[in-house]
DNA sequence: TAATTTTTAAGGTTTTTACCGGATTGACCA
DNA sequence: TGGTCAATCCGGTAAAAACCTTAAAAATTA
């Protein structure tokens, strides 16, 4: 039985791309998601074996859906699929329980190589990333920690996408007025006081693409 | 005879997977680049008929390869296979004398239509092109993109940097209704509708900091 | 269990923006 | 030299968004 694979990244046209690679090797692409909360939804409704999910999504970025399709779809192990070398992102998403870290820079056998691996149970990190970012991972060396939490860091990557508090509201189901109250509490956490500010954070902590 | 193409982006894996697709539809690609160096060496080496350039790409971007290719191998064709929509982007790009611009959120078939109509020497442009900046090509309108004028540049900077409109207008001894003016006038300009991907411009345009 | 944080929400107020308009200056061009 | 156009400037009004305060489930943590 082939494995079964979703695949999460924000441009079709690199989705279609990665499918034709990962079908000529005998996998099953059995979704595709544009962003993170279809990623979610689409892993709890179809349970693959591997999700592949992008760091940079819009709506929800792949650290959120690894942490999401965690709780929505235990079974599925998240295999990160990125441009991002930095130590901040790998750690992240380490801690966010993902199985694999494949860079977008090295060459499609990677992800092959990850998407078997981790189906089998181990890890798989691209060989660019350093070893010293994965002792610090084992040692639990202390990395400064966002204080905003989950629902927070949702919120702000929305509004440093653009979204108006009511799209916000509407795209979590929430009321506009929660959205708010969210948006108020990050100002306070961060003690920021202008959205533009926040948007740089939002850069800063690769919640966003500049 | 088939179409041949030189495919340029930094991800390698995009590449293949791009490639993989190319191939489907019966293209022969004929070489892979990994920056507007290479691209614009091989395009020299190997006169394809169509080059295929990311935008963002190290050591030399999209828009420089498509005008040292223009120079390099002029029967070669340019289309810019890219993520971003801004009217800049799009303008420049026709400024270099590209000749299809395809978004990477596009289904892989607008490439492959892209391929057709250029090396048929027509154009094509994505669908998601904003309609004033088709206008602009189909009339051969010169507008003005990032030619923001020396006022606008300054009061982008300010917004950016989180200053209010008030403060803004007190900063530049205007009145608060001229500041939006200028603000408007900027939005116009760059095809842009809310303040976060304004901050997110002048960020990459070297404006403000992250 | 108790304490704390998170997430949710509303009512009333203030501020900002969107959209309409027009005026003036200076540069460029036919 | 008169016309055009971009840049700069400013105002009114209606709508939208943000802000302030309060508060109560729900989830987490101690």
């Known amino acids: 039985m082939p494995i079964r694979i979703l ?4 441009h079709q046209m690199v989705r279609q791309g990665l499918r034709a690679l990962l079908e000529q090797e005998g ?3 059995v979704g595709e998601a544009a962003d993170g909360h279809q990623a979610t939804r689409l892993a709890q409704e179809l349970t693959p074996d591997i999700a592949i999910l992008d760091l940079a999504m819009p709506l929800m970025n792949g650290i959120g859906a ?3 399709i965690g709780q929505a779809s235990p079974q599925t192990k998240v295999v990160v699929l990125t441009m991002h070398t930095e130590a901040q992102y790998v750690l992240e998403a380490l801690r966010a329980g993902i199985r694999g870290y494949v860079l977008k820079s090295r060459a499609a056998g990677e992800l092959v190589q990850a998407i078997r691996e981790v189906s089998r149970n181990s890890t798989f990190l691209s060989s660019d990333i350093s070893d010293t970012v994965v002792d610090a991972y084992l040692n639990k060396v202390d990395v ?6 989950p629902r927070e860091l949702q919120v702000l990557q929305l509004v440093a996408e653009g979204k108006t508090t009511k799209e916000v509201a509407s795209l979590l189901n929430i009321s506009v007025k929660t959205a708010e109250s969210h948006r108020t509490r990050i100002m306070e956490k961060l003690d920021i006081h202008e959205t533009a500010s926040l948007v740089r954070y939002a850069i800063r902590r690769g919640l966003v693409q500049p």
Chains 1, 2 share one sequence.
């Open 7 to 10: 695949l999460a990244d924000d």
């Open 27 to 29: 996998f099953k692409v």
């Open 66 to 68: 690894a942490k999401a």
């Open 144 to 149: 400064p920690t966002d204080t905003l939490s």
